[in-house]
């Protein structure tokens, strides 16, 4: 799926069946160096509560909505609440393939709901955010991979509410991205998201339906229909690659235009998911952070806890940089 977020779960998943059912055909292998025991002190904090958190959660309800900070059990949910940005999951909570580092079921999803737009930018104008982030489950059932209902949420958000920022973290829409791509150019983001997830040589067992050339030529692509929109792409560490292959990719991605970067921890969400290889140090974050801002990434947030949303509202480049040739 549109995932980044959906792996962040800081407790196991509620739905021990059905994350057994889904990773009954996962590609991995556990080995005895896994990280299964208790997790290093930098990753051990409570996410704050607040009035507002409880008033964000009553209005989300209301609208019949669910937001990715809440689904992932995000450690950053009281922070990001509480300052104003919230991640939305449109098209159903049934995704059409099976990664091993995400907790959304797979399935036959339920057809998109017209309603669901309109619900979405009523739901941000009564919560008064600031910034809005949109994503999905994949949806390969859909000719256009749901880029439709992704133009509808943002055509409804900018009516509804102008003064937000819109931020959509999409599908690599497989077999339709020149269709899907024209149909979000007529009503742009602030900011065009699609994480690559992890390096391209785990993603046989991380992301099987993937392809990573895929998802590099999506963010080149994009960045050629609307070049005044920055593109942005993350990736999650700790599920067993190494340091030289985290920089091929983080130069690959700014080879295809990514002006903003992502990078944090990958959190198993239950002991049947993928597992953790390694938990990451906040040293090395920081040196990774250093190393993409010398390669020429205008935002880069890298960390333990963070996710693709994170703090996504802030340091959006006013320009992103030429498209490399």
């Given at each position: 799926m549109a995932e980044g977020d959906h792996h962040a779960g800081s407790h196991p998943s509620p739905g021990g069946d059905r994350a057994a059912h889904k990773m009954t055909k996962a590609r991995f292998q556990r080995t005895g160096s896994d990280e299964s025991g208790r997790k290093p002190?930098?990753?051990?904090?409570?996410?704050?509560?607040?009035?507002?958190?409880?008033?964000?959660?009553?209005v989300l309800r209301r609208h019949e909505l669910h937001t990715v900070c809440e689904e992932a059990s995000c450690p950053n949910l009281g922070e990001c609440f509480g300052g104003g940005t919230a991640t939305f999951m449109i098209l159903g909570d049934t995704c059409t393939r099976r990664c091993s580092f995400c907790?959304?079921?797979?399935?036959?999803?339920?057809?998109?709901?017209?309603?669901?737009?309109?619900?979405?930018?009523?739901?941000?104008?009564?919560?008064?955010?600031?910034?809005?982030?949109?994503?999905?489950?994949?949806?390969?059932?859909?000719?256009?991979?749901?880029?439709?209902?992704?133009?509808?949420?943002?055509?409804e958000l900018r009516t509804r509410c102008p003064e937000t920022g819109i931020e959509i973290l999409t599908p690599d829409f497989r077999g339709c991205q020149e269709q899907a791509l024209a149909r979000i150019a007529e009503r742009p983001p602030d900011v065009f998201n699609h994480n690559v997830e992890t390096v391209p040589e785990l993603y046989h067992t991380v992301r099987p339906s993937a392809d990573y050339g895929r998802s590099l030529g999506l963010l080149r692509r994009f960045r050629e229909i609307v070049p005044g929109v920055p593109t942005k792409s993350g990736l999650m560490l700790g599920l067993g690659e190494d340091l030289a292959q985290v920089r091929?990719?983080?130069?690959?991605?700014?080879?295809?235009?990514?002006?903003?970067?992502?990078?944090?921890?990958?959190?198993?969400?239950?002991?049947?998911?993928?597992?953790?290889?390694?938990?990451?140090?906040?040293?090395?974050?920081?040196?990774?952070?250093?190393?993409?801002?010398?390669?020429?990434?205008?935002?880069?947030?890298?960390?333990?806890?963070?996710?693709?949303?994170?703090?996504?509202?802030?340091h959006i480049p006013a320009v992103p940089s030429p498209l490399p040739d």
């Open positions: 002190r930098w990753l051990r904090v409570r996410s704050p509560s607040s009035p507002r958190v409880q008033e964000i959660k009553a907790d959304v079921a797979t399935g036959r999803p339920a057809p998109a709901d017209p309603l669901e737009p309109a619900r979405l930018a009523a739901a941000v104008a009564d919560m008064g955010l600031g910034f809005a982030v949109v994503t999905s489950v994949d949806r390969d059932d859909l000719p256009d991979g749901g880029a439709d209902q992704f133009a509808e949420v943002i055509r091929r990719v983080m130069a690959d991605l700014r080879g295809h235009g990514v002006d903003i970067l992502t990078l944090g921890q990958y959190l198993a969400p239950s002991g049947h998911h993928h597992p953790v290889r390694a938990y990451i140090h906040p040293e090395t974050f920081a040196a990774l952070k250093e190393e993409a801002l010398e390669l020429g990434f205008l935002s880069v947030n890298a960390g333990p806890l963070v996710r693709s949303s994170y703090h996504a509202g802030d």
